[in-house]
């Protein structure tokens, strides 16, 4: 289920591959322009149901004078609206209005200097001279039918182009990453400017459009819902109850693979302050049974997915007419899990979404599917959400068995469960938890190292302590957290839980490493 949008009033992005296509849509929603995101073989039918007011043609990986190279459809270019495209998308332009593209004598990946050399309202109220990031190893050598030259860096002479009479632009540097200080600026220049997009996205109007997308999705249905207890399905939940009311049907399910109060939490919070619909299950001796001995990380999130599905498949067989399934999914679990919209890398499964079966019983309702998590806190907001439970940090569906690497076991779920309160601990005492995205403690059962306790020597396991900043979970840098709370939380783990006798603390940003360990 997508965000409802009324006709001509949305941007639509084409996605050839670029890892930093999402980040497109990021800028834009930043910038109240909504925004959606369709494959670059979308058919004709599709951008046309879309009614866009502008199109932009990511950036990918691969070269347009390849054989085989992604093509978009024809009616991108003939659909009367403007188009903008990036790296990818530019040379894209080049080649079909009969320019040429040829392989870069100097590849240019970093920083650039870029040049304006011709009044656009493409770079309106920008100066001459701005900082980019490019990031490609093809260039355009020659243009053609009215294309014209508007910025040059030092490496490419055609670093921006335009046909105005068509309303067709191309830029070679990637306006979307933080690296280009001003490129939010050239993004909202072509949505404001150019496509001239009035609208504003605003969660009011997402909160409205919705409830009515979920009633007409619905009906007279009833649903059950997946409810962690996180911020991302208390979320959807509550949206839904909003649509619905008693319909909704809200089932926790204690994995074994929780937290220390997170149970707790959500019969207080879920069931007695947002009063929902909810049910407990405790499904812990059947999850942890179908883990036994698994460690592969994808077999975990595999078995893990399916396992809900059967749980939930047999609660909704309980109440007559259910036949929906509602989920927090969210757009990075989505890009993570498959290559929905162009040729991207799969990263890793989601356990609601790679660990879905392909035959189910029940039909989805994931109303925060094309949404960032920090729009969800929005959202949330909006819906009348406390604060401190928008707060939480989020937390995996797999839960604590992709934070133990390798086999899960329960004696190493509860290791990890007193390592983890105590970091959680120590965080809010110190008032970091609310600075920092997320922070959580991984177990590596297969790293023992030799201590000393008292006069004796211990040959115990290791845990990692892992804390990052991030705006949407797309990318994160590594938290840089006091030395001292560093101190006091591992002084506190190797004093306080048993079979520990050594705390690291991770500092890989994603990229290249993800969040999660698994």
Same mark, same amino acid.
């Given at each position: 289920?997508?965000?409802?949008?009324?006709?001509?009033?949305?941007?639509?992005?084409?996605?050839?591959?670029?890892?930093?296509?999402?980040?497109?849509?990021?800028?834009?929603?930043?910038?109240?322009?909504?925004?959606?995101?369709?494959?670059?073989?979308?058919?004709?039918?599709? =951008?046309?149901?879309?009614?866009?007011?502008?199109?932009?043609?990511?950036? $990918?990986?691969?070269?347009?004078?390849?054989?085989?190279?992604?093509?978009?459809?024809?009616?991108?270019?003939?659909?009367?609206?403007?188009?903008?495209? =990036?790296?990818?998308?530019?040379?894209?332009? @080049?080649?079909?209005?009969?320019?040429? &593209?040829?392989?870069?004598?100097?590849?240019?990946? !970093?920083?650039?200097?870029?040049?304006?050399?011709?009044?656009?309202?493409?770079?309106?109220?920008?100066?001459?001279?701005?900082?980019?990031?490019?990031?490609?190893?093809?260039?355009?050598?020659?243009?053609?039918?009215?294309?014209?030259?508007?910025?040059?860096?030092?490496?490419?002479?055609?670093?921006?182009?335009?046909?105005?009479?068509?309303?067709?632009?191309?830029?070679?540097?990637?306006?979307? &990453?933080? +690296?280009?200080?001003?490129?939010?600026?050239?993004?909202?220049?072509?949505?404001?400017?150019?496509?001239?997009?009035?609208?504003?996205?605003?969660?009011? $109007?997402?909160?409205?459009?919705? /409830?009515?997308?979920?009633?007409?999705?619905?009906?007279?249905?009833?649903?059950?819902?997946?409810?962690?207890?996180?911020?991302?399905?208390?979320?959807?939940?509550?949206?839904?109850?909003?649509?619905?009311?008693?319909?909704?049907?809200? @089932?926790?399910?204690?994995?074994?693979?929780?937290?220390?109060?997170?149970?707790?939490?959500?019969?207080?919070?879920?069931?007695?302050?947002?009063?929902?619909?909810?049910?407990?299950?405790?499904?812990?001796?059947?999850?942890?049974?179908?883990?036994?001995?698994?460690?592969?990380?994808?077999?975990?999130?595999?078995?893990? $997915?399916?396992?809900?599905?059967?749980?939930?498949?047999?609660?909704? *067989?309980?109440?007559? !007419?259910?036949?929906?399934?509602?989920?927090?999914?969210?757009?990075?679990?989505?890009?993570?899990?498959?290559?929905?919209?162009?040729?991207?890398?799969?990263?890793?499964?989601? +356990?609601?979404?790679?660990?879905?079966?392909? *035959?189910?019983?029940?039909?989805?309702?994931?109303?925060?599917?094309?949404?960032?998590?920090?729009?969800?806190?929005?959202?949330?907001?909006?819906?009348?959400?406390?604060?401190?439970?928008?707060?939480?940090?989020?937390?995996?569906?797999? $839960?604590?068995?992709?934070?133990?690497?390798?086999?899960?076991?329960?004696?190493?779920?509860?290791?990890?469960?007193?390592?983890?309160?105590?970091?959680?601990?120590?965080?809010?005492?110190?008032?970091?938890?609310?600075?920092?995205?997320?922070?959580? @403690?991984?177990?590596?059962?297969?790293?023992?190292? /030799?201590?000393?306790?008292?006069? !004796?020597?211990?040959?115990?396991?290791?845990? &990692?302590?892992?804390?990052?900043?991030?705006?949407?979970?797309?990318?994160?840098?590594?938290?840089?957290?006091?030395?001292?709370?560093?101190?006091?939380?591992?002084?506190?783990?190797?004093?306080?839980?048993?079979?520990?006798?050594?705390?690291?603390?991770? =500092?890989?940003? *994603?990229?290249?490493?993800? =969040?999660?360990?698994?």
């Amino acid at each position: 289920m997508t965000v409802a949008a009324s006709a001509g009033e949305k941007i639509l992005i084409l996605d050839f591959g670029s890892q930093y296509t999402q980040l497109i849509a990021r800028r834009l929603r930043e910038l109240e322009v909504y925004c959606e995101i369709l494959p670059y073989h979308a058919k004709k039918e599709a =951008i046309r149901a879309a009614n866009p007011a502008g199109i932009i043609l990511s950036g $990918g990986p691969a070269s347009v004078h390849e054989k085989g190279s992604p093509r978009p459809n024809d009616f991108v270019y003939e659909a009367g609206v403007p188009v903008l495209g =990036i790296c990818y998308g530019m040379q894209l332009l @080049v080649e079909l209005h009969g320019g040429k &593209v040829v392989p870069s004598k100097k590849r240019e990946y !970093g920083h650039a200097d870029l040049e304006i050399v011709a009044d656009s309202p493409l770079f309106a109220d920008l100066p001459k001279h701005l900082q980019v990031w490019m990031s490609h190893g093809d260039s355009a050598e020659r243009l053609h039918n009215g294309f014209r030259v508007d910025a040059r860096t030092g490496s490419a002479p055609y670093a921006a182009i335009s046909d105005e009479g068509k309303r067709q632009y191309g830029i070679q540097f990637h306006p979307e &990453v933080v +690296h280009t200080p001003l490129g939010s600026k050239v993004l909202e220049n072509f949505a404001r400017r150019i496509c001239r997009f009035e609208k504003r996205f605003s969660m009011a $109007g997402l909160l409205e459009s919705q /409830v009515k997308a979920i009633r007409e999705q619905v009906g007279d249905g009833k649903v059950v819902c997946a409810l962690s207890g996180g911020v991302d399905s208390t979320v959807a939940a509550t949206l839904i109850s909003k649509a619905i009311g008693k319909n909704l049907y809200c @089932v926790f399910v204690d994995t074994g693979l929780l937290r220390h109060g997170d149970r707790d939490r959500a019969e207080k919070v879920l069931g007695q302050e947002l009063k929902l619909n909810l049910k407990v299950v405790d499904a812990s001796k059947l999850f942890l049974g179908r883990l036994k001995g698994v460690s592969d990380p994808e077999r975990k999130r595999k078995i893990i $997915g399916k396992t809900f599905i059967d749980i939930f498949n047999a609660e909704a *067989k309980r109440i007559k !007419g259910v036949t929906f399934l509602a989920q927090g999914t969210l757009y990075p679990d989505v890009i993570e899990s498959v290559s929905v919209h162009g040729p991207s890398v799969v990263i890793k499964s989601h +356990h609601n979404v790679g660990g879905l079966p392909k *035959k189910m019983n029940l039909r989805l309702v994931e109303p925060l599917r094309m949404l960032f998590k920090d729009e969800v806190r929005r959202l949330g907001k909006e819906l009348g959400i406390s604060a401190e439970l928008l707060g939480l940090h989020p937390f995996p569906g797999p $839960g604590l068995a992709i934070r133990v690497l390798g086999a899960v076991t329960p004696a190493l779920l509860n290791t990890l469960r007193s390592a983890d309160l105590i970091m959680r601990e120590e965080l809010k005492a110190s008032g970091w938890y609310d600075k920092v995205w997320q922070s959580f @403690v991984v177990i590596l059962p297969s790293v023992r190292s /030799v201590g000393v306790m008292g006069d !004796g020597r211990t040959y115990e396991n290791t845990v &990692v302590v892992r804390s990052v900043d991030s705006r949407d979970g797309m990318t994160a840098d590594w938290s840089r957290l006091p030395h001292d709370l560093l101190q006091k939380i591992s002084s506190r783990i190797v004093s306080e839980v048993k079979g520990v006798n050594r705390v690291a603390y991770d =500092i890989s940003s *994603k990229p290249p490493a993800t =969040i999660e360990w698994e």
